[in-house]
Each structure stands twice: as structure tokens, then as C-alpha cells.
């Protein structure tokens, strides 16, 4: 997005405002997620649908990576109740397949993981927002990373190594730990230079898809640590 920027007090207030907007989004979106899954995990039919049909899954995941680069590349182009409307489906279709969570581990162990996730998102959210340091550098170093640990994912499904897993769960927590703090600053910036009220919804939604990512994937590596298994 590129917006001619300012500094006046009244774009800092406005600057603040779409960052409020964002985190408010992202918790919508964690908030749809968390009760699909929740309803599907007790659904012995839905969870038969879903996970005993491997077109079906496959198909939801062809789904999530649709809606996401969808709305990544064309959301300064389409309207802003699409965007909105694609992130809210995007959160619903990963409410469906992260019902796994629910029938894998035991619900208090998800609940504290949950509040270590919040925790840890919180206060690298924060310093990304808060610091003065250009994170950009840093950025470009995690989303190689993010390729290599995307790669030995896929790999390890073969080679089924401990090893493997154990190193891309510790690589994925830092990994997303440090994305965290670039998105939200990568995120301020966009905030900072948005002016009609349309680029500001669109800075609203784009942001609250890349932090909610961030969160979800570090509450995935993380539940790996901490997750208690029925």
C-alpha cells in the first residue's frame, strides 16, 4: 500500500484508531475460529464429514490458501465488505479444520496454552508497535526461515523424524515470536500513511489476516510444547 504520509496529531489519533480496528478484527476472526471448532469437535457427524473424508479436508485447505492469497493481492482492488466478508470465511474454514485441537488435546491444556500464546503475542506486539529499531532486515531473515521451516514440515510428513519435529516446533515458536513484532510494525506503517476511509478498513482487515496468523501458527508450535493429549 503506499499513501502519502503525515505526522499531524490528528493522523496519530487516526494512526492509533485503525490500530485498535486491527486488533479487533483479529480478535473476531480468533473469536470465530475458536467457536466453529469448538462445535464441530462435538460433532460426531461433522468431525465424521470433515476428517474421514480426505477430499474434503484437502479441499478446505485449498480453501484457507485461496481466501489468503486472495485477499492479500487483491485487497486494494476489491471492496471493502468483500475483504471483510473473505477474512470472516477464512476464519470459519479454520475453525473447521483446527477442530482437530479440540479431539487431540485436552481442553484445560489448550486453555493454558491459549494464554501463553496471548501472553507472548502481547508483549512482541507491543515492541514491535513501541520500538524505534527497523525491523525490516529482521522481517526478510524470518520469511526465509518460514520457507525452510515450511520445507522440512512437508518433509518431515515422509521421514516421520523426532528429530525434525522437534526442531521446526522450537524453529516455529521463535519464528513466529519474531514475526509478530515486524507485522505489527510493518502493520503501524500502513496505518501511518492510510487516508480515505476505505484504505484504513483495508489496513484494518489486510492487518488483523497477518496477525492473526502470526498468533495461530505460535499457538500451534507452542501447543506442541504444552498440549496435554486426551
Known amino acids: 500500500?503506499?499513501?502519502?504520509?503525515?505526522?499531524?496529531?490528528?493522523?496519530?489519533?487516526?494512526?492509533?484508531?485503525?490500530?485498535?480496528?486491527?486488533?479487533?478484527?483479529?480478535?473476531?476472526?480468533?473469536?470465530?475460529?475458536?467457536?466453529?471448532?469448538?462445535?464441530?469437535?462435538?460433532?460426531?457427524?461433522?468431525?465424521?464429514?470433515?476428517f474421514g473424508n480426505p477430499l474434503v479436508l484437502i479441499g478446505l485447505f485449498i480453501a484457507e490458501i485461496a481466501l489468503v492469497?486472495?485477499?492479500?493481492?487483491?485487497?486494494?482492488?476489491?471492496?471493502?465488505?468483500?475483504?471483510?466478508?473473505?477474512?470472516l470465511a477464512y476464519s470459519a474454514v479454520n475453525g473447521l479444520t483446527l477442530s482437530a485441537v479440540f479431539i487431540v488435546y485436552t481442553k484445560a491444556s489448550i486453555a493454558s496454552t491459549f494464554f501463553i500464546?496471548?501472553?507472548?503475542?502481547?508483549?512482541?506486539?507491543?515492541?514491535?508497535?513501541?520500538?524505534?529499531?527497523?525491523?525490516?532486515?529482521?522481517?526478510?531473515?524470518?520469511?526465509?526461515?518460514?520457507?525452510?521451516l515450511i520445507l522440512a514440515s512437508v518433509v518431515n510428513i515422509f521421514l516421520h523424524s523426532?528429530?525434525?519435529?522437534?526442531?521446526?516446533?522450537?524453529?516455529?515458536?521463535?519464528?513466529?515470536?519474531?514475526?509478530?513484532?515486524?507485522?505489527?510494525?510493518?502493520?503501524?506503517?500502513?496505518a501511518a500513511k492510510a487516508q480515505s476511509e476505505d484504505d484504513m478498513h483495508r489496513v484494518a482487515i489486510l492487518g488483523a489476516l497477518n496477525l492473526y496468523l502470526d498468533f495461530i501458527n505460535l499457538f500451534l508450535y507452542l501447543l506442541r510444547l504444552f498440549g496435554k493429549r486426551n
Open 162 to 190: 523426532s528429530f525434525i519435529y522437534w526442531l521446526t516446533t522450537y524453529a516455529g515458536i521463535l519464528i513466529f515470536v519474531g514475526l509478530t513484532a515486524y507485522d505489527t510494525q510493518k502493520i503501524k506503517g500502513w
Open 1 to 50: 500500500m503506499s499513501y502519502a504520509r503525515s505526522t499531524s496529531p490528528t493522523d496519530v489519533l487516526r494512526e492509533q484508531g485503525i490500530i485498535s480496528q486491527v486488533y479487533a478484527w483479529m480478535t473476531a476472526g480468533l473469536l470465530v475460529t475458536g467457536a466453529i471448532a469448538l462445535a464441530v469437535a462435538g460433532s460426531e457427524s461433522l468431525t465424521r464429514m470433515i
Open 117 to 148: 500464546t496471548g501472553g507472548t503475542f502481547g508483549a512482541m506486539s507491543f515492541y514491535g508497535y513501541t520500538t524505534k529499531r527497523d525491523l525490516t532486515s529482521m522481517g526478510n531473515l524470518l520469511f526465509m526461515a518460514l520457507i525452510g
Open 69 to 87: 492469497i486472495g485477499l492479500s493481492a487483491k485487497i486494494n482492488s476489491m471492496p471493502t465488505a468483500l475483504a471483510t466478508a473473505m477474512f
